[in-house]
């Protein structure tokens, strides 16, 4: 949600944001509204007012034995005045509120500009792609030559889109959510949360997807939502709260299935584990002080980064171009990760700074140390990692020739010891 007064005091910069997310402009509509609402609220206490003056001269002259049908008449037309007055606050305010609520959060000024990921900038690199001595192959090769990834049957159970992971790699997928969590929890101090699945209208609205992205989420017949990711619940935990400034930042992790009904491009990734309905997913959350969030931006990318780093997949950083950003983003770095099987980099995280956007939907604020007014927090949210694609990275990056896969060293210890995965 935008801040009206700063739309006031800079409509234009307003519509240069939006521009560079290829949209038009649209302060002077809303302005427009505003000055609307404002007129109808202005009219509604002079209204008042008068009535209130009204009232008192009335009880005046009645004191003196006066008629005041005169003074009685205006009052009742005033009134059904104020009424009608009242049903146009109400309406414009919701017609603002819907139309706000339909606008992404503006790109902050070091996010490059560009309308895809075309324009997006490489930071840095880590790690060298292996150099394999054969034809690398794809993970879903490996799986089903494994015996281990089933399509078929998963196809069977619930339609495309969806796999049944057996043995060996269904033990891979638990070990590296609990790989991540760990590191997460002992070495950045997250706290690790289990929470709702399912969870309701305003919560969805609060980070953002609603209203504009209901079409790619999946509902219950109860109106609840399936979350397509754990930063809906982690997040509004501090929705309709007032926390403390020592209290900040509040760092939350959670490891959970995540839910999607639009599952990207049509016709692209529809074989393998890439995009599904349904994937697993290590979630990190920041609710940070404004003046720290820029930091807090680098130390989440940092500790998703770590994960790559410990299990020795290579990848790169990206800074998304205006365009390319979520909705609720002012700034997002994506981690590519290297796929031997499809010879390039694929997304494996992404951390966003939300600045204050998605705290205006929220209603989260805290109470400085200094001062008696409230501020609004800023959220963050970053995949730490997709536990789905990193299981995909694993398999495509530690395959042999003979078809098995070497188990990275540091995944070991939550595998029993096991070294290798064979059919």
Known sequence: MHDLKLLRDDADRFDRGLARRGLAPVAAEILALDAA????????????????EGSRRI???????????????????????MGELELEDRRLADDLERRLAALPNIPADDVPDGLDEVSNVEIRRWG???????????????????????????????????????????????????????????????????????VADRTMFGTGQLPKFAEEQFRTTDGRWLIPTAEVSLTNLAADEILDEAALPQRLTAFTPCFRAEAGAAGRDTRGMIRQHQFSKVELVSIAHPDHSEAEHERMTSAAETILQRLGLPYRVMLLSAGDMGFSARKTYD????????????????????????ARRMKARFRPKEGKNTRFVHTLNGSGLAVGRTLVAVLENYQRGNGTVAVPPALQPYLGGLEVIGA
Not at 37 to 52: F, H, I, K, M
Not at 336 to 354: D, F, H, K
Request: hydrophobic share 40%.
């Open 335 to 358: 981690l590519e990760v290297w796929l031997p099987g499809q010879a390039t980099y694929r997304e494996i995280s992404s951390c966003s700074n939300c600045g204050e956007f998605q």
């Open 128 to 198: 060298v792609p292996p150099d394999l001595p054969f034809a690398p192959k794809q993970h879903f090769e490996l799986g089903e030559q494994l015996g281990l990834m089933d399509f078929e049957r998963a196809v069977k159970l619930a339609g495309a889109r969806f796999v049944v992971l057996k043995g060996a790699l269904a033990r891979l997928e638990r070990a590296l959510g609990a790989f991540m969590l760990d590191i997460h929890t002992r070495e950045f101090g997250y706290t690790e949360i289990s929470p709702p699945l399912l």
């Open 37 to 52: 609402r404002r007129a109808a609220q202005t009219e509604l206490q002079d209204l008042q007012s008068r009535r209130n």
């Open 59 to 81: 009880g005046q002259a009645r004191s003196k034995g006066e008629s005041a049908e005169a003074l009685m008449a205006e009052l009742a037309s005033a009134k059904d005045r």
